[in-house]
């Protein structure tokens, strides 16, 4: 079955230093998605790339999606302490009615 | 709009016990899906429905079962619980599927003893 590798799994940094999370997937995939999760709290969607070499920007964020569409990228330039918490990716092969989940990775912002 | 509610917050259940995790939407989302949570290993598709009428296995059904008779409501039955479901479950939908974005509820803790 499909499956999503993230990595990784946990990244201490201080505030002010960027930030990145890799995302790779075994099998070509249609669309994908960033969700950030707070401590305590639940997935909330922060972009979904859809075509080859994309690059979207979000503030402080940029996300990029692999030419193979097979992997992806979150980075975080200069982090706060709000930035603190888990990132996922999630993607989704074909015509799959399942979104397949990376394993996250927690992020620590040390003031 | 009330969003993705999900009750109850926390449960503690014995091996062996029954219950069902309450989920509802009130965006008349059509998709909607069951994901637990374990440290360190993601989300996990647990059951989803693509419309009132319809559900289907995701990833790690075993031990778990859903009906989705409205459009709002989609609970997750447990029907006998064991200490390897203890998790945390969220509850999630979306417009029409997977190209748009997922509103996950809050979440239920579950401690199986």
């Known amino acids: 079955g499909q499956q999503v590798m993230q990595i990784p799994q946990y990244q201490h940094v201080q505030e002010g230093e960027d930030f990145t999370t890799y995302c790779n997937s075994s099998t070509t995939l249609s669309n994908i998605q960033w969700y950030k999760q707070r401590p305590g709290g639940h997935p909330v969607f922060l972009i979904q790339?859809?075509?080859?070499?994309e690059v979207k920007k979000q503030k402080r964020l940029t996300f990029q999606f692999g030419e193979a569409k097979k992997n992806s990228s979150l980075h975080i330039t200069a982090t706060q302490t709000t930035d603190v918490g888990t990132y996922f990716c999630a993607g989704r092969t074909g015509s799959a009615r399942q979104l397949t989940f990376g394993s996250g990775t927690q992020l620590t912002v040390l003031p | 709009n009330a969003g993705v509610t999900q009750t109850p917050k926390f449960q503690v259940l014995k091996t062996g016990q029954s219950m069902t995790l309450q989920c509802a939407q009130d965006m008349n989302h059509e998709y909607m899906s069951w994901y637990r949570q374990d440290p360190g290993m993601g989300l996990r598709l647990i059951h989803y429905s693509v419309g009132a009428g319809i559900t289907d296995q995701g990833e790690v059904p075993n031990g778990y079962n859903v009906s989705r008779s409205t459009t709002e409501d989609f609970p997750l039955r447990l029907l006998s619980a064991a200490p390897s479901q203890t998790s945390v479950y969220f509850c999630?939908?979306?417009?029409?599927?997977?190209?748009?974005?997922?509103?996950f509820g809050p979440g239920t803790r579950l401690l199986v003893l």
């Open positions: 790339l859809v075509k080859s070499g």
């Open positions: 999630a939908s979306s417009f029409e599927g997977l190209r748009e974005t997922q509103y």
